[in-house]
Nanobody, 123 residues
Framework: QVQLVESGGRLVQAGDSLRLSCAAS????????MGWFRQAPGKEREFVAV???????????EYADSVKGRFTISRDNSKNMLYLQMNSLKPEDTAVYYC?????????????WGQGTQVTVSA
């Protein structure tokens, strides 16, 4: 059974840094796209970042404009882990953050999803 379990979310102040982790189990995802999404209260879930295998060039990262330059997505295949390093956090980054694995089609179309971890950024 495949599971994705996020951790690392907590209450922080604006300007702080935080690293989210996503532990995958049940299979490996080394050749699969893995991503982070978030959902703020009263809003739809939105794309944050994706880490994609590019044949012959290893991995490529893509970010939402709202987090570009502040967030970094990475993975450790030896541990079957995905990470999201978040720097210069803003109150508008407050949301539940979700890990996703095995993209099937469009940007938001993933086979596996975690349960989420809450990130709250106070002003």
């Amino acid at each position: 059974q495949v599971q994705l379990v996020e951790s690392g979310g907590r209450l922080v102040q604006a300007g702080d840094s935080l690293r989210l982790s996503c532990a995958a189990s049940g299979r490996t995802f080394s050749a699969d796209a893995m991503g982070w999404f978030r959902q703020a209260p009263g809003k739809e879930r939105e794309f944050v970042a994706v880490h994609t295998w590019i044949t012959g060039r290893q991995y490529a990262a893509e970010y939402a404009d709202s987090v570009k330059g502040r967030f970094t997505i990475s993975r450790d295949n030896s541990k079957n882990m995905l990470y999201l390093q978040m720097n210069s956090l803003k109150p508008e980054d407050t949301a539940v953050y979700y890990c996703a694995a095995s993209r099937r089609g469009g940007r938001d179309d993933y086979l596996y999803w975690g349960q989420g971890t809450q990130v709250t950024v106070s002003a």
